[in-house]
DNA sequence: CTGTTAGCGCATTCAG
DNA sequence: CTGAATGCGCTAACAG
C-alpha cells in the first residue's frame, strides 16, 4: 500500500506537505500541491484513516446500535443516520443487537476500543445501560425510540404515552369493548410509555395487558394467550410491528378471522395495505428519528454542552381497515 | 483514555510485556501476569484498537456491503455473517449500497482506507465492479448472492437458473397457461440467471419477461405494463421479495384479485402466509449463506490461495397457496 | 522470561 | 510557506 512517504517523495516535498495538501488545514504553494495532486492520483494513494485516526485522536466513524435488524423501523431509521453521517464525512457501523443486552454491551465496547467519534443507540434496557462508559470515555451518545435512565443524554423519540392513547381512544370510539394492549418489555421506556397510554386511554375498564418482547413469537404468544381467555379481547393494540405478525399469524391458528377482532399496530409496516383487512397503524417518521438523532449527535461532537434535549417528533395514526369496526368489510 | 503505558506503570512492568498478556503470544511468568490483569481491570484499561491496527497491519473488522437494507434476504444473510464474525474475533461493518453503484464503490474505498481484513459483497453489477481495488491491496472478498465478472473470486450463491426453471415448470404444471417473469437488472448475474431459468422452462410459449431493479417501485411498474397487455399473464414469478409487494399492490390497484393471477416469489417474506392467498416463495437459506461466506472468507484471511470456489446452495420450494391454480381458495 | 528499541502512517508541532 | 522532528498506542524484533 503507497504511503504519504511515498507521495512526497514522487512529488518532491516532505510528508508534512501532502498532508497539509490533503486536508487543506494550512496554505501551500499552488504549484506544489499540484504535484503533489498529481502524484497523489498517478500513484492512486488513498490516506489511511487508522493512522490518521490514531494521530489525531477521534475517528471518522459513528457505532448505530439498533435493537433488531429484521425490524423495518430500525433500518429505515438506519438510512436516515447513514445519509445525514455521510453528509458530514463519518461512517456508520451498524451494529445489531437483537434486544440482546450483552449484545448490545459488547458492541459498546467495540465503540471504545475503536474510539470511535460518537454513538446513537436504542437501548435494550432503560435502566442498566452502560452507554454511561462511552460518556465517561467522552464518546457522544444520543438514544433513539428508548429512554436511558442512567445518563443524561440527547433522546429522539415519539410521546408513546400519547400515541398509545390515542389509538386505544380510537378502538373505543370505534365501539370496541375490550380493547387488549400486547406491549414490549416493561423494562423499556418505549414498552412501559405504551402501556401507560393504553392504561390511560381505558378508563375504568378492566385492563388486557400482556407485556412481550418485541419479537415476532413474543406477539404470538401474547396474542394466543388472550384469545385463550374466558372474557377475550374484541381489538388488540400492539406496540410494534414485529409482533403484529405474531399477532395475526395467532389469530389465523386459532381459526379466527382478522375480521373479528380489530388491530391496530405500532410503526408502518412495507405491507400493511396488504393483508386483509388493511392494517391500521401508528405511524413513524423513521427516516427523520434517524436524521434528527444524526444532528443532536453532530452537534455533540462539535462540543456543544447544553443539558440534554428530548425532541419529540410526530407520529401519525393511519387508520385502514382492521381497526374500522363498523366498515364494510 | 488510560494506555498500555499507564496500565504498565501501575503493574511495574514494561509495556511489551502488558501486550503479552493481553495477546497471549509468548509466556509470562504466573505472577507478573496477575499483577498485569490486575491493574488491568484496576485501570479499567482497553486496548485501542486503532492503535493496535496500525501496528499490526491487519484490522479486526471486515466490511459487508449489501444491496438493501431494507430487503430482509440481507438482512438475515447480515446475521449469518455477524454471528460467525464474532466466533472468529472480528466485528462487521454493515454497509448499504441501496442498489446503488456509486454508495457501493465509496463503501470499497472505506474498507480500502480503513484497511479491513476482509470484506463480502453482493455487488451492484456483476461487470465493472470495484472489488478488483480491493484485491490489489490484499483485502480477501466474497461475493454473495451475485456473481462479479471482473474478478476471481469465491462466491456464496444459488443456482438461480435452475431454481427459477423449477419454479415457472410448477406454474407451467398448474395450469397456468401465461406465466410472465419480472426479474432483477440483467446487470446483475441474479437478475440474468433468474430470467434464463424462466426462458428455459417456457419452452415454445410467448416470452413475458420484464426486467426490473428489486425495488419496490420497479415492481409495481413491470406488474402494471403486464396487467395492461393485450394477452396479459395469468401468472407471474417476480424474482426477489420487494417486487413482489409492489406486485400484490399493482394487482390491487389494477382491480384484480390475487387469486386471479398466479404468483410465486423468490426470498422468503416473513409475511408470506398472512395474504390472502398466502405467497409461494422460493426460498432461500439466508443465514447459512451469510455463514458460509464467512467461513470462505476466514479462509483466505488465513492465507489461503486455491482459485476461487463457487459454493452453490440448495433453494426451496414452497408452495403455498398463491401458485395454486385449481386449489380451494 | 523480560525490558529496550523501533516503527506502523499520519498530523502536528517547531524552526527556518 | 516548507521541512524536520516528534509521538499517537501498540506489537514485534532484539538483547539480555
Not at 485522536?57 to 453521517?85: C, H, K, Y
Not at 436504542?122 to 425510540?145: F, M, Q
Request: hydrophobic share 40%.
Amino acid at each position: 500500500m503507497t504511503t504519504i512517504r511515498d507521495v512526497a517523495d514522487h512529488a518532491g516535498v516532505s510528508p508534512a506537505t501532502v498532508s497539509r495538501v490533503i486536508n487543506g488545514r494550512s496554505e501551500v504553494d499552488p504549484s506544489l500541491a499540484a504535484r503533489v495532486r498529481d502524484s497523489i492520483a498517478h500513484l492512486d494513494y488513498r490516506p489511511s484513516r487508522v493512522a490518521r485516526s490514531l494521530r489525531s485522536q477521534r475517528s471518522m466513524v459513528w457505532g448505530l446500535i439498533i435493537s433488531d435488524i429484521r425490524n423495518p423501523f430500525f433500518t429505515d431509521m438506519a438510512r436516515g443516520v447513514e445519509d445525514t453521517a455521510a453528509d458530514e464525512g463519518y461512517s456508520v457501523v451498524l451494529c445489531n443487537a437483537d434486544e440482546d443486552a450483552a449484545k448490545e454491551q459488547r458492541y459498546i465496547e467495540l465503540i471504545l476500543d475503536e474510539r470511535m467519534a460518537g454513538c446513537i443507540i436504542t437501548p435494550a434496557h432503560t435502566s442498566d445501560s452502560n452507554v454511561g462508559a462511552l460518556l465517561e470515555a467522552g464518546i457522544p451518545v444520543v438514544a433513539v425510540d428508548r429512554e436511558v435512565q442512567s445518563a443524561a443524554i440527547d433522546v429522539v423519540r415519539l410521546d408513546n404515552q400519547e400515541a398509545a392513547a390515542h389509538a386505544t381512544r380510537h378502538l373505543l370510539e370505534q365501539g370496541y369493548q375490550r380493547p387488549a394492549c400486547i406491549s414490549g418489555p416493561a423494562s423499556t421506556s418505549t414498552g412501559a410509555d405504551r402501556a401507560a397510554g393504553y392504561l390511560e386511554a381505558l378508563g375504568g375498564r378492566e385492563p388486557l395487558l400482556r407485556y412481550a418482547d418485541f419479537k415476532v413469537a413474543g406477539g404470538y404468544d401474547a396474542t394466543q394467550a388472550l384469545l385463550r381467555l374466558a372474557a377475550p379481547p374484541d381489538a388488540i393494540m400492539v406496540a410494534n410491528n414485529l409482533m403484529t405478525i405474531g399477532a395475526l399469524r395467532a389469530i389465523d391458528n386459532a381459526g379466527r378471522s382478522a375480521h373479528e377482532v380489530g388491530l391496530i399496530s405500532f410503526d408502518e409496516l412495507p405491507w400493511a395495505d396488504l393483508v386483509e383487512p388493511a392494517l391500521s397503524t401508528i405511524g413513524q417518521p423513521t427516516y427523520k428519528i434517524g436524521e434528527a438523532a444524526s444532528k443532536l449527535l453532530m452537534k455533540r461532537i462539535r462540543g456543544r454542552t447544553d443539558p440534554p434535549e428530548i425532541l419529540t417528533l410526530e407520529s401519525k395514526l393511519r387508520v385502514r381497515q382492521s381497526s374500522l369496526r363498523d366498515a364494510i368489510r
